[in-house]
């Protein structure tokens, strides 16, 4: 059983950075588009970024565009999203998930079309 397990999360100010990490274990995702999504109190669950399985192909929300930036290790089997200028609206629970099609540079945006998903890790901006 596949399991994705982000890591980064925490409290930081307004204009500070973080990394934010997720390790897929239990199965390879390396061939899978894998993206980022948030999900903030009372608010439905948003898309921040995604990348393919390459690494050659990006998305972005476009609150995030020139602020945050996703990457990937395909021989660590870990996408990163490095999180810069970070305001206290972007304060949410962060996800990490991977889709189930092999080898494709199309990078899907939307949640229905990711198939698995991390726990979550909490991102807190202060003001």
């Known amino acids: 059983q596949v399991q994705l397990v982000e890591s980064g999360g925490g409290l930081v100010q307004a204009g500070g950075s973080l990394r934010l990490s997720c390790a897929a274990s239990?199965?390879?995702?390396?061939?899978?588009?894998k993206g980022w999504f948030r999900q903030a109190p009372g608010k439905e669950r948003e898309f921040v970024a995604a990348?393919?399985?390459?690494?050659?192909?990006?998305r972005y929300a476009d609150s995030m565009k020139g602020r945050f930036t996703i990457s990937r290790d395909n021989a660590k089997d870990t996408v990163y999203l490095q999180m810069n200028s970070l305001e206290p609206e972007d304060t949410a629970v962060y996800y990490c998930?991977?889709?189930?099609?092999?080898?494709?540079?199309?990078?899907?945006?939307?949640?229905?079309?990711?198939?698995?998903w991390g726990q979550g890790t909490q991102v807190t901006v202060s003001s």
């Open positions: 239990g199965r390879t995702l390396r061939s899978h588009a």
């Open positions: 990348i393919s399985w390459s690494g050659g192909s990006t």
């Open positions: 998930a991977a889709d189930s099609v092999l080898l494709s540079e199309v990078v899907p945006t939307r949640a229905s079309q990711y198939d698995y």
